[in-house]
C-alpha cells in the first residue's frame, strides 16, 4: 500500500492564482481530511469527508473548496490564492468503522507559497 | 472547546537521558489520542496511539502514557539518541460533529546532543 500520497509536494502561487493539491488513499479509508500547519503550529483543520459525495467545512474553510467523488480521492482546491495561505497542506485518510481505532495516517503534504 | 497544550516548547538533553514530554488536553471526552513525529520539512509519523479507554501504550523505547480524568498525556522516550531529534506532537480525537477531527497541540522540539 502506498498509503495517502500527496501532490505536488512544493508549488509557489502568485496571489489571485488558483491550484488544485491532490490527495489520494489506497486503504479504502471513508474518512478524509485536509489540515493547514502554519510555522510553530499544530494543524487545523479545513475540511473533511465522511464518504464519497459528502464534505463539510472544519475550522478554517474559507479561501478553499472541496469534493469528494470517490473513497480514494480527496482533491482540495484554492481558488484567489493569497498570502494567508501560505502554509503546508496534509491529507489525512481514517477508517471510521464499528470496531476501529479511528487512527489517521498523514500524507507527505504540500508545501505552498502564496506570493 | 477543546484545546491541546504541550509543554516545553522546546527540549534539549544529551545522548542517553531518559525525558518525559506532556500534553494537556481541556476536555475528557475523547474517542483517543495520538503522538506523532515530525522531522523538519517532513510530515507525520505516526508513534503511538491510545484509546480512551487504556491507560498506555509501548513501543520500543517509547511509552505514552494517558490519564482521561486529569486530561494529560506523557510520552516517555527511553535512553534517547540523536536520530530522537524531531518535533513531537500530539493529537486528541474529538467525538463532535466534526467528523472525528484531530485537535492538535503546537509541539515540542526535541534536540537529543551526541
Known amino acids: 500500500n502506498a498509503g495517502v500520497t500527496q501532490t505536488p509536494k512544493f508549488r509557489i502561487l502568485k496571489i489571485g492564482q488558483s491550484m488544485t493539491l491532490q490527495c489520494t488513499q489506497d486503504?479504502?479509508?471513508?474518512?478524509m481530511y485536509w489540515y493547514r500547519q502554519d510555522p510553530g503550529m499544530g494543524l487545523k483543520l479545513i475540511y473533511y469527508s465522511v464518504g464519497a459525495g459528502i464534505t463539510d467545512k472544519g475550522e478554517v474553510p474559507n479561501g478553499y473548496n472541496v469534493s469528494r467523488s470517490t473513497t480514494e480521492d480527496f482533491p482540495l482546491r484554492l481558488e484567489l490564492a493569497a498570502p494567508s495561505q501560505t502554509s503546508v497542506y496534509f491529507c489525512a485518510s481514517s477508517p471510521w468503522t464499528s470496531g476501529s481505532l479511528h487512527e489517521q495516517y498523514f500524507g507527505p503534504g504540500t508545501r505552498l507559497t502564496v506570493t | 472547546k477543546q484545546e491541546v497544550t504541550q509543554i516545553p516548547a522546546a527540549l534539549s538533553v544529551p545522548e542517553g537521558e531518559n525525558l518525559v514530554l506532556n500534553c494537556s488536553f481541556t476536555d475528557s471526552a475523547i474517542y483517543n489520542l495520538q503522538w506523532f513525529r515530525q522531522d523538519p520539512g517532513k510530515g507525520l509519523t505516526s508513534l503511538l496511539l491510545?484509546?480512551?479507554?487504556?491507560r498506555e501504550q509501548t513501543s520500543g523505547r517509547l511509552n505514552a502514557s494517558l490519564d482521561k480524568s486529569s486530561g494529560r498525556s506523557t510520552l516517555y522516550i527511553a535512553a534517547s539518541q540523536p536520530g530522537d531529534s524531531a518535533t513531537y506532537l500530539c493529537a486528541v480525537n474529538a467525538p463532535d460533529n466534526q467528523g472525528g477531527k484531530l485537535i492538535f497541540g503546537q509541539g515540542t522540539e526535541l534536540s537529543v546532543k551526541p
Open positions: 486503504m479504502n479509508h471513508n474518512y
Open positions: 491510545i484509546q480512551s479507554s487504556q
